[in-house]
């Protein structure tokens, strides 16, 4: 009996869909670019939801974040949900997650422990006993930190004292009661993720990003041959602050970056809290409560400044790049590259100035919706091929446990991808779901998306946004409220609510008829 395929699923964190070097000539991404001349690239992905935990939980879940409950950064994804990780253990799967996961929020709480908090983020002796099992995953390595973040630890922080860092603290910023002599310093004018020095003086040796490799080239020397793997290799990159260590801190100039721009007027006819990013101080009360909520501050921040957080950005996907070229590597060299499907995309987009935002929000555009997507398997997907049709990481549960030949459970609202991914089929979904939740009441939207037209709501609210992708595809044109388009949004808020019903999730298959 041949031995079922390998799965391989390599993620970045917050990358914006047009940062691969075959379609983006600013950019030198070799690994990926290859990945997209031998497999399938998708240029209409969409995350379920654009922030960390909620659209993590649903690539392990293959549910919306309404239906498996992490539904925003804070909430703990609860540890007795099935994932994909559980049912490929339980069929002679050999799991792994190495990286980032981000199902736990920074703070415990009674009924809500987390382990990604703090302090057990710093208790090395808890990590150095602890690998899993863990949402069904048989071995984990963790980092919960992006860049120089306090929140700095687990799996990785042992790494680096084994490689001769024993002072690593010093490189992050400081928790209470510690130093950190070489973290760089923070621009406080601006926000959290600014550095006024971008050059970090970590050595690439010891980033993370290197530790993700590392880890995830030794878990598949640890395979054996006549059991298949999943492997979730999970890159913390490129998500702020916009800190790097040397050589790729210097590898882009930003004199040669291009940022997105705000047009004039663009936001006169969208809701509110568009036309407050772009002032000074605004008034987004209403909104941080209980907690503060991402996006919703001023975005006015000097081209200057964006150009070299650009250039950072870039610098650290063409390093997570390198990464990739050495795990795939390893894949041939142990002789299962071509039966492995591999898989690249990430969690959500990003802002680098589009629309004159930045970082993440409760802001639907494409560049925050959208992601990169490749596919790769030899003689299945067909080679240097691109996809226009609908995607969600939502599909990518479903469609892995196609892969290895189990039967997909009822509660998973993704879609099985496989024919596409084979050429059997142009397109399976109809319609894309994103959901962004971050407090209780607001910001509180959810977004449907088709072949050609977007459409957003918001709780409570009788504004919204209704774009035509087709022909307005850099969304300035706002027709919620354009008298020639009523009848269309009224045909589209029909099809969202139809679509609302057809992804209702059942976790029990009725077996009776009382």
């Known amino acids: 009996m041949a031995k079922r395929p390998n799965i391989l699923l390599i993620t970045s964190d917050q990358q914006h869909h047009d940062t691969i070097g075959k379609f983006n000539s600013k950019i030198q991404t070799p690994s990926l670019d290859k990945l997209c001349n031998e497999g399938m690239n998708f240029t209409r992905a969409y995350c379920p939801s654009p922030v960390c935990t909620p659209s993590r939980a649903s690539i392990i879940t293959g549910q919306y974040p309404s239906s498996h409950g992490a539904w925003t950064i804070g909430v703990k994804l609860e540890e007795t949900v099935e994932t994909i990780g559980e049912l490929l253990y339980k069929n002679g799967y050999s799991t792994g997650l190495i990286g980032k996961a981000h199902f736990q929020p920074l703070t415990s709480v009674p009924g809500q422990e987390s382990i990604e908090g703090q302090p057990t983020l710093r208790d090395l002796e808890f990590w150095k006993n602890f690998k899993g099992p863990w949402y069904g995953f048989e071995h984990i390595e963790l980092a919960r930190n992006h860049a120089d973040e306090s929140h700095v630890g687990q799996h990785y922080a042992i790494w680096m004292e084994q490689n001769g860092l024993s002072d690593w603290k010093e490189y992050f910023q400081p928790v209470p009661g510690e130093t950190s002599k070489y973290a760089p310093p923070i621009a406080r004018e601006y926000d959290y993720w600014a550095r006024p020095d971008r050059v970090w003086q970590l050595d690439e040796k010891h980033h993370y990003t290197n530790w993700t490799a590392e880890r995830s080239i030794e878990f598949l020397d640890q395979q054996k041959d006549d059991k298949p793997f999943f492997l979730w290799t999970s890159f913390q990159d490129p998500h702020p602050p916009y800190v790097l ?5 210097s590898m882009y100039n930003p004199s040669d970056m291009s940022p997105g721009t705000l047009k004039e007027g663009e936001h006169d006819l969208n809701p509110p809290h568009f036309g407050k990013t772009q002032t000074t101080n605004p008034d987004f009360e209403n909104w941080h409560s209980p907690f503060n909520a991402h996006g919703c501050m001023s975005h006015l921040y000097p081209m200057e400044e964006l150009k070299k957080d650009m250039a950072i950005y870039y610098g650290m996907i063409s390093f997570m790049d390198q990464n990739i070229g050495k795990i795939i590597n390893k894949l041939d060299q142990i002789g299962e590259l071509d039966n492995t499907i591999i898989i690249f995309t990430t969690d959500h987009g990003h802002f680098i100035g589009q629309h004159g935002l930045i970082a993440k929000g409760p802001f639907h555009y494409e560049d925050m919706l959208r992601l990169p997507f490749i596919v790769r398997w030899p003689g299945k997907v067909p080679q240097n091929s691109s996809s226009s049709s609908l995607l969600s990481l939502v599909d990518l549960a479903p469609t892995f446990l196609k892969v290895a030949g189990i039967d997909i459970p009822t509660q998973m609202q993704g879609v099985d991808q496989t024919d596409v991914f084979y050429g059997n089929e142009e397109s399976i979904r109809s319609h894309i779901f994103v959901e962004n939740r971050h407090n209780p009441k607001m910001p509180h ?36 409220d354009n008298t020639n388009a009523q009848t269309l949004k009224k045909e589209l808020l029909f099809k969202f609510a139809q679509a609302t019903l057809k992804d209702e999730t059942s976790k029990m298959k009725r077996v009776s008829g009382a």
Request: hydrophobic share 30%; glycine share 2%.
């Open 245 to 249: 260590s040397d050589p790729w801190a």
């Open 445 to 480: 939207l959810k977004t449907y998306i088709n072949d050609n037209y977007k459409i957003s709501i918001y709780r409570e609210a009788n504004y919204g946004e209704l774009f035509d992708l087709e022909n307005d595809p850099n969304e300035y044109n706002n027709l919620w």
